[in-house]
Nanobody, 120 residues
Framework: QVQLVESGGGVAQAGGSLRLACEAS????????MGWYRQAPGKQRELVAD???????NYADSVKGRFAISRDAAKNTVSLQMDSLKPEDTAVYYC??????????????WGQGTEVTVSS
């Protein structure tokens, strides 16, 4: 069974930084895309950033230039460096991965979420 475990959430002041990390564990043959989503209170879950297995990144317009996603394929990890944080970045952040758990059999796996609070 594949699991994603996030870490690094917390409280930061506006203009500050936080770094989120996510590690995939279990029986994994390969991982395609990995990404971060967030869900603020009363809002729908939205994509923050994702990264392909070849390193191509994609960002939501609201975080471009402030957040940076990276991954370590050897360790099955993905990180999100968040700089110049704004109060509107406050949300629960979820890690996501498209995992090959059996030959040519894929599943989208979600982490349990980590809370990020940005105070003004």
């Amino acid at each position: 069974q594949v699991q994603l475990v996030e870490s690094g959430g917390g409280v930061a002041q506006a203009g500050g930084s936080l770094r989120l990390a996510c590690e995939a564990s279990g029986f994994i043959i390969s991982i395609n895309d990995m990404g971060w989503y967030r869900q603020a209170p009363g809002k729908q879950r939205e994509l923050v950033a994702d990264i392909t297995n070849s390193g191509i990144t994609n960002y939501a317009d609201s975080v471009k230039g402030r957040f940076a996603i990276s991954r370590d394929a050897a360790k099955n990890t993905v990180s999100l460096q968040m700089d110049s944080l704004k109060p509107e970045d406050t949300a629960v952040y979820y890690c996501n991965a498209d995992v090959e758990f059996a030959y040519n059999d894929y599943a989208v796996i979600w982490g349990q979420g980590t809370e990020v609070t940005v105070s003004s």
